[in-house]
């Protein structure tokens, strides 16, 4: 299946479309040969709408216009975690990565928790209940003649126990217990000792 049909594919089931004309004419533009495209949703990110896009290799921002294309991605195999937050208007999703986040706003609560669903679907640990089944068994893709999750790519695997200190420390940091600052720096700290 080509990119056209698997934007077409995923364009159908985002729940909202507006303002995203410009990052659909873009988009083929930013997509690699091997990989194929999972999810889009209308997203705002580094202060802009765009879309946020879920492919097999990577997740990613995009925002074009007249000014040009603003583009960030996050490859998968850098990716240890995902987040989200629901609110009446404004959802947020939120991709942990060894490389930073990349945080997706203006998101309608149903693209945010499909993508979501997905992205965690892909990254499971061995252990973890996801809704897709542990990674490597059993593929989240719908497509029969598409690549491997993540395109058969191993993911760079932190230590498990590295992983599931970052974890809990996110989870410290959702509760409130922690201030940025304190949580950046255990972080930074956590990922320097892998």
Request: proline letters at 5%; hydrophobic letters at 40%; a negative charge.
């Amino acid at each position: 299946m080509g990119h056209k049909q698997q934007i077409a594919e995923a364009r159908e089931r985002m729940a909202s479309r507006f303002w995203t004309w410009a990052e659909f004419r873009a988009l083929p533009k930013v997509l690699q040969p091997q990989e194929a495209v999972l999810e889009i949703a209308s997203a705002s990110f580094n202060g802009g709408q765009g879309i946020a896009v879920l492919t097999t290799h990577r997740v990613f921002g995009l925002r074009a216009g007249m000014g040009g294309r603003e583009f960030q991605e996050r490859p998968a195999e850098t990716i240890t975690a995902v987040h989200s937050k629901r609110g009446w208007i404004n959802n947020t999703l939120t991709i942990e990565s060894l490389t930073g986040s990349l945080k997706f706003s203006a998101m309608e609560a149903e693209d945010a928790a499909r993508m979501e669903a997905r992205i965690r679907a892909a990254l499971a640990w061995p252990g973890d209940d996801a809704e897709y089944g542990q990674y490597g068994h059993g593929s989240p893709l719908p497509y029969a003649d598409a690549p491997a999750p993540y395109g058969g790519m191993s993911r760079a695997e932190p230590h498990p126990d590295a992983a599931q200190r970052l974890r809990a420390l996110r989870e410290l940091y959702d509760q409130g217990m922690l201030m940025e600052s304190e949580y950046q720096a255990k972080r930074a700290e956590i990922i320097a000792q892998l």
